[in-house]
């Protein structure tokens, strides 16, 4: 069965860094998102994409987040300047155009220290 | 903008026992869907069950079902002959109808199931 797949699964980082969280949707899926959930809350909704743009996004989402489908298949979230606030587990989802569902990756722990 | 909430953050069951996880939400929609996702501890978001406000009758997935009363805007999640494997943090979530809506989450209920 296809799945989302996300790398890496963690990342640690020095605040101020660059980071890069990349994720594969499922192959025929034309919609995506990513959402955050810090450490015992619960998962926020960060941005979704279609057709090359962003549709909407969250008040979380500010400039230092920026989303990108480089390659066709490859669907990246990049933090610019990590904040110790920004650690957090981050999923992606996608779905298809003809489903309602949303299916998840594994997800990616970022720590930022 | 819709809120969703779980007013059970801790709830336990016997194994082969059946548990019942509410959920509540407020919409000013008449059309949307609604969602049950269950984490285990690997923190994997797993899609349990989904309904669609329009449809009358209440969704079944083998040992899950809901109970969706939308005049109430309520949503809850029946778990029949609970395993050991059911334990997990539970979330409910909301989408409207649209094409790229993003779903918005309740807080989550954490099931324990006991041996």
């Known amino acids: 069965e296809p799945e989302v797949t996300q790398t890496p699964s963690h990342q640690v980082t020095q605040m101020g860094q660059e980071v890069i969280l990349r994720c594969v949707p499922i192959?025929?899926?034309?919609?995506f998102y990513w959402y955050r959930q810090i450490l015992g809350q619960k998962v926020e909704f960060l941005v979704s994409?279609?057709?090359?743009?962003?549709?909407?996004k969250s008040e979380i989402f500010d400039d230092q987040f920026s989303v990108e489908r480089p390659d066709g298949s490859n669907f990246t979230l990049k933090i610019r300047s990590t904040k110790l606030e920004d650690s957090a587990m981050y999923f992606c989802a996608s779905r298809s155009g003809g489903q309602e569902t949303q299916y998840f990756g594994p997800g990616t722990r970022l720590l930022v220290l | 903008a819709q809120t969703v909430t779980q007013s059970q953050p801790e709830m336990s069951v016997q194994e082969a026992e059946t548990v019942t996880l509410s959920c509540t939400y407020d919409t000013s929609e008449s059309d949307y869907y609604l969602f049950w996702y269950k984490q285990p501890p690997s923190r994997q978001m797993i899609l349990v069950i989904r309904?669609?406000?329009?449809?009358?009758q209440n969704a079944t997935e083998n040992r899950f079902s809901v109970n969706f009363q939308k005049a109430a805007k309520s949503f809850s999640l029946k778990i029949s002959d609970s395993q050991l494997g059911d334990a997990a943090m539970y979330f409910c979530?909301?989408?409207?109808?649209?094409?790229?809506?993003?779903?918005?989450f309740g807080s989550g209920t954490q099931l324990t199931v006991l041996p």
């Open positions: 309904q669609e406000a329009y449809k009358q």
């Open positions: 979530a909301y989408r409207s109808v649209g094409s790229a809506r993003q779903l918005t």
């Open positions: 994409f279609y057709n090359n743009e962003i549709s909407e």
């Open positions: 192959s025929n899926h034309l919609y």
